[in-house]
């Protein structure tokens, strides 16, 4: 049998100068498309780390705003922010990610071509289209209805953001739990282990890493969130750790607020200069919301970290 | 069998970490929140100036209070109410109040539900509200009295030309003519009429308008104004919102100061507590020009509350602001927003802590507070007695102290 003349399909040359040039010139944009897209990012924590580290301190952090007034000396902090965005992202998280990965779970393993998968993933999509501001009020005027008009406390915050975590963390699941091989569940069941212990001890563990950074995109999107919780949480100067009673302020509530309200104003005769006694700065808002959002952003980070670590302890080793 | 073993000591050097680092964490916590104590974690010592002119009134608020109150309303109030929260709080060192600046309509609707205490509008109760504030206060109307008094100053940016520091005079009608595009330049003939002393250093430059694009008090105040002094030039309804799109617009008061101390030439309207570093136009009044200052605005609360027929009809402070004085050293454009609250209240704690809220507002180190921190006008002495006797008569229908806020 003769040997097929391969020679025949060799590249001439002006056609591999042709691919080198698209490759090339495909190269280029692509690079360029990245560095379009890096822009923005790199601009926005540029400004923010600027503008951010004057005001950014360790009085700034473990300080309310209770007492502060105008431009005057103290110049306040962010603390009851920062306890505010924590407890009501817990609590958000606490509510929607049990929900958000049974029901995945459900969509998954267990209604497959059923006529409630397609109910259920429809509403899915349509909740994740829910604009902020209307599963704030839908979370205000549902609990006004329970407890009595103008009931505004941490927990209503929470419930509004569950509603737009729900849709993202049962999306990130689903996604997750179907690629984890049949294979997998097969042995598992060959071994004679029923489904329920199956899907908690072999797929969910599987699943896990790909879970967790659901969530962690999950709590990116709500953590930045200001009008649901303006109306739900409210806004209040000092500290309050309940997440069930009196109104909360979050971080973003605060920068918007900050930057709401402009200059402040300073009384006739005092002085400008560094912090102390008497000294009053006009410019000390925006200040202030410039800090309180770097410190929103190095949460992201930080959260980002621990679910990071979590799913490295808790994956599944393989060699 | 070694790989087995392998795999087992990895898991337990593994979960050592993750277990101490949770440990860490839950000591971090439950340290920070034992250090902290519990509402007063935080907390700032407020400035010397402000407790010293707080404890002066101390007397008027021996009934102590606890807990959270909250109001609403007009966004222009927000920076005097924090002045004044932070000096009431100063007297009543247990409670926490919140202010939310919803805007003069929600904050009355929320009122009219009776979720806050009182509410704060730029605009006097319709004959509506009253009718419907019935059921939150108990078979009684509620009524409003003025609290914060805010100049409107007309702001522009001259400074490349060093003009901000000596106030272009207009007159209404310049000004109206300005904002609906017949007068462009700023060196216009009739411009360089009124201002003699600087004709020469005014730039042939575009004057660009600059408005609130949001819908606020204060573009219906500023716009009331001119309807009064300019009827011939300004034609449009006073309203909420902007009429024209001349120019620039921007969302609040923040992004309009910005706005015009971003360009050259820009000429706008916002509260004279927040226009520094800009120029400011001296208005038209009569034959004389008057360049915004609280005192100023003082006089014109002063007269315009001698003029205002039925004053503290039941209990209705509302105030008809004379736009079209003729009166020397005058400054015409003020907004005025009221604190908007009922004679009798469900509960005790609620009624007490109104009164108490109400009367400090108005007391002489409220008013210091906010004239110092909000830029406000002083409301007239004459005016604030009167005003006493309605705050004082607020009661609460039961003798209970238990009650929600």
Same mark, same amino acid.
Not at chain 1, 52 to 62: A, M, S
Not at chain 2, 176 to 201: C, R, V, Y
Not at chain 2, 203 to 209: A, D, G, M, R
Not at chain 2, 295 to 315: N, R
């Given at each position: 049998m003769r040997t097929p003349d391969f020679d025949k399909f060799k590249p001439t040359r002006s056609s591999l100068a042709a691919r080198k040039r698209t490759d090339m010139l495909m190269r280029v944009l692509i690079y360029a498309a990245f560095l379009v897209a890096v822009i923005p990012l790199v601009s926005v924590l540029y400004t923010t780390i600027v503008h951010g580290i004057t005001r950014f301190d360790w009085y700034f952090l473990t300080h309310n705003m209770r007492g502060v007034v105008g431009g005057l000396y103290p110049y306040g902090?962010?603390?009851?922010?920062?306890?505010?965005?924590?407890?009501?992202?817990?609590?958000?998280?606490?509510?929607?990610?049990?929900?958000?990965?049974?029901?995945?779970?459900?969509?998954?393993?267990?209604?497959? $071509?059923?006529?409630?998968? $397609?109910?259920?993933?429809?509403?899915?999509?349509?909740?994740?289209?829910?604009?902020?501001?209307?599963?704030?009020?839908?979370?205000?005027?549902?609990?006004?209805?329970?407890?009595?008009?103008?009931?505004?406390?941490?927990?209503?915050?929470?419930?509004?953001?569950?509603?737009?975590?729900?849709?993202?963390?049962?999306?990130?699941?689903?996604?997750?739990?179907? !690629?984890?091989?049949?294979?997998?569940?097969?042995?598992?069941?060959?071994?004679?282990?029923? $489904?329920?212990?199956?899907?908690?001890? !072999?797929?969910?563990?599987?699943?896990?890493?790909?879970?967790?950074?659901?969530?962690?995109?999950?709590?990116?999107?709500?953590?930045?969130?200001?009008?649901?919780?303006?109306?739900?949480?409210?806004?209040?100067?000092?500290?309050?750790?309940?997440?069930?009673?009196?109104?909360?302020?979050?971080?973003?509530?605060?920068?918007?607020?900050?930057?709401?309200?402009?200059?402040?104003?300073?009384?006739?005769?005092?002085?400008?200069?560094?912090?102390?006694?008497?000294?009053?700065?006009?410019?000390?808002?925006?200040?202030?919301?410039?800090?309180?959002?770097?410190v929103l952003i190095l949460l992201v980070l930080v959260l980002n970290g621990i679910g990071r670590l979590v799913a490295k302890v808790f994956a599944v080793k393989t060699k | 069998m070694r790989l087995s073993h392998n795999d087992h000591s990895e898991c337990v050097q593994s979960a050592q970490p993750w277990r101490r680092i949770l440990r860490t964490v839950l000591v971090g916590t439950s340290a920070s929140v034992l250090l902290c104590g519990l509402a007063a974690c935080g907390d700032n010592t407020p400035s010397p100036s402000l407790t010293q002119s707080s404890a002066q009134a101390q007397g008027s608020y021996t009934e102590k209070l606890s807990g959270e109150f909250a109001a609403a309303g007009a966004s222009s109030q927000k920076s005097a109410v924090d002045a004044l929260i932070v000096g009431y709080s100063a007297l009543q060192p247990n409670i926490a109040m919140s202010y939310d600046p919803s805007g003069s309509g929600a904050g009355v609707n929320t009122f009219l539900t009776g979720a806050v205490a009182w509410a704060g509008s730029d605009a006097s109760l319709s004959d509506e509200q009253i009718q419907s504030s019935q059921a939150v206060c108990l078979g009684s109307t509620a009524f409003e009295i003025p609290v914060y008094v805010s100049p409107i100053a007309v702001a522009y940016n001259l400074s490349d030309y060093g003009l901000n520091d000596s106030s272009v005079h207009m007159s209404p009608s310049t000004i109206a003519k300005i904002f609906t595009g017949k007068i462009t330049s700023w060196d216009d003939p009739q411009l360089k009429k009124e201002n003699p002393d600087i004709a020469d250093k005014l730039p042939s430059l575009e004057i660009t308008p600059v408005w609130r694009s949001d819908k606020s008090g204060t573009t219906k105040t500023f716009q009331t104004y001119l309807h009064h002094t300019a009827p011939n030039d300004w034609t449009s309804e006073p309203s909420e919102t902007w009429p024209n799109s001349l120019g620039q617009g921007a969302k609040g008061t923040p992004a309009v100061t910005m706005?015009? &101390?971003?360009?050259?030439?820009?000429? &706008?309207?916002? +509260?004279?507590?927040?226009?520094? &570093?800009?120029?400011?136009?001296?208005?038209?009044?009569?034959? +004389?020009?008057?360049?915004?200052?609280?005192?100023?605005?003082?006089?014109?609360?002063?007269?315009?509350?001698?003029?205002?027929?039925?004053?503290?009809?039941?209990?209705?402070?509302?105030?008809?602001?004379?736009?079209?004085?003729?009166?020397?050293?005058?400054?015409?454009?003020?907004?005025?927003?009221? +604190?908007?609250?009922?004679?009798?209240?469900?509960?005790?704690?609620?009624?007490?802590?109104?009164?108490?809220?109400?009367?400090?507002?108005?007391?002489?180190?409220?008013?210091?507070i906010s004239q110092d921190n909000a830029g406000s006008a002083p409301i007239p002495q004459s005016l604030r007695e009167k005003m006493l006797p309605v705050i004082d008569s607020i009661t609460a229908a039961s003798s209970g102290t238990a009650a929600k806020n």
């Amino acid at each position: 049998m003769r040997t097929p003349d391969f020679d025949k399909f060799k590249p001439t040359r002006s056609s591999l100068a042709a691919r080198k040039r698209t490759d090339m010139l495909m190269r280029v944009l692509i690079y360029a498309a990245f560095l379009v897209a890096v822009i923005p990012l790199v601009s926005v924590l540029y400004t923010t780390i600027v503008h951010g580290i004057t005001r950014f301190d360790w009085y700034f952090l473990t300080h309310n705003m209770r007492g502060v007034v105008g431009g005057l000396y103290p110049y306040g902090g962010i603390l009851h922010a920062a306890v505010g965005t924590l407890e009501i992202t817990l609590g958000a998280m606490v509510i929607s990610v049990p929900l958000g990965i049974m029901t995945a779970v459900y969509l998954v393993e267990y209604s497959a $071509k059923k006529r409630l998968h $397609k109910t259920i993933s429809f509403f899915i999509d349509v909740m994740s289209g829910i604009p902020s501001i209307v599963a704030g009020l839908f979370a205000y005027s549902m609990f006004s209805l329970i407890f009595g008009p103008g009931t505004v406390n941490g927990f209503v915050g929470s419930a509004a953001l569950s509603i737009l975590m729900i849709p993202t963390i049962v999306r990130s699941t689903e996604e997750m739990l179907s !690629i984890v091989p049949v294979d997998l569940r097969e042995a598992a069941y060959a071994l004679g282990v029923p $489904k329920s212990r199956t899907i908690v001890r !072999i797929v969910l563990r599987t699943a896990l890493p790909g879970i967790v950074s659901g969530v962690i995109l999950a709590i990116a999107r709500v953590i930045g969130e200001t009008a649901p919780l303006l109306i739900a949480a409210g806004s209040i100067s000092s500290t309050n750790f309940n997440l069930f009673s009196g109104r909360m302020t979050t971080l973003p509530v605060y920068v918007y607020n900050e930057f709401q309200q402009g200059m402040a104003s300073c009384p006739a005769g005092s002085a400008l200069g560094t912090d102390a006694w008497g000294v009053c700065v006009p410019g000390i808002r925006m200040e202030r919301a410039w800090a309180a959002a770097l410190v929103l952003i190095l949460l992201v980070l930080v959260l980002n970290g621990i679910g990071r670590l979590v799913a490295k302890v808790f994956a599944v080793k393989t060699k | 069998m070694r790989l087995s073993h392998n795999d087992h000591s990895e898991c337990v050097q593994s979960a050592q970490p993750w277990r101490r680092i949770l440990r860490t964490v839950l000591v971090g916590t439950s340290a920070s929140v034992l250090l902290c104590g519990l509402a007063a974690c935080g907390d700032n010592t407020p400035s010397p100036s402000l407790t010293q002119s707080s404890a002066q009134a101390q007397g008027s608020y021996t009934e102590k209070l606890s807990g959270e109150f909250a109001a609403a309303g007009a966004s222009s109030q927000k920076s005097a109410v924090d002045a004044l929260i932070v000096g009431y709080s100063a007297l009543q060192p247990n409670i926490a109040m919140s202010y939310d600046p919803s805007g003069s309509g929600a904050g009355v609707n929320t009122f009219l539900t009776g979720a806050v205490a009182w509410a704060g509008s730029d605009a006097s109760l319709s004959d509506e509200q009253i009718q419907s504030s019935q059921a939150v206060c108990l078979g009684s109307t509620a009524f409003e009295i003025p609290v914060y008094v805010s100049p409107i100053a007309v702001a522009y940016n001259l400074s490349d030309y060093g003009l901000n520091d000596s106030s272009v005079h207009m007159s209404p009608s310049t000004i109206a003519k300005i904002f609906t595009g017949k007068i462009t330049s700023w060196d216009d003939p009739q411009l360089k009429k009124e201002n003699p002393d600087i004709a020469d250093k005014l730039p042939s430059l575009e004057i660009t308008p600059v408005w609130r694009s949001d819908k606020s008090g204060t573009t219906k105040t500023f716009q009331t104004y001119l309807h009064h002094t300019a009827p011939n030039d300004w034609t449009s309804e006073p309203s909420e919102t902007w009429p024209n799109s001349l120019g620039q617009g921007a969302k609040g008061t923040p992004a309009v100061t910005m706005t015009i &101390g971003q360009a050259q030439g820009t000429l &706008g309207y916002a +509260d004279f507590a927040q226009v520094s &570093g800009l120029g400011t136009v001296a208005v038209g009044v009569g034959s +004389d020009y008057v360049a915004p200052s609280p005192e100023a605005t003082a006089k014109l609360i002063d007269e315009s509350a001698a003029s205002s027929d039925s004053l503290g009809a039941d209990g209705r402070f509302v105030i008809d602001v004379n736009y079209a004085t003729q009166e020397s050293g005058v400054y015409p454009i003020a907004l005025v927003s009221y +604190d908007i609250a009922c004679p009798v209240y469900k509960d005790a704690r609620t009624a007490t802590y109104t009164k108490q809220w109400l009367t400090y507002a108005l007391s002489d180190a409220g008013q210091k507070i906010s004239q110092d921190n909000a830029g406000s006008a002083p409301i007239p002495q004459s005016l604030r007695e009167k005003m006493l006797p309605v705050i004082d008569s607020i009661t609460a229908a039961s003798s209970g102290t238990a009650a929600k806020n």
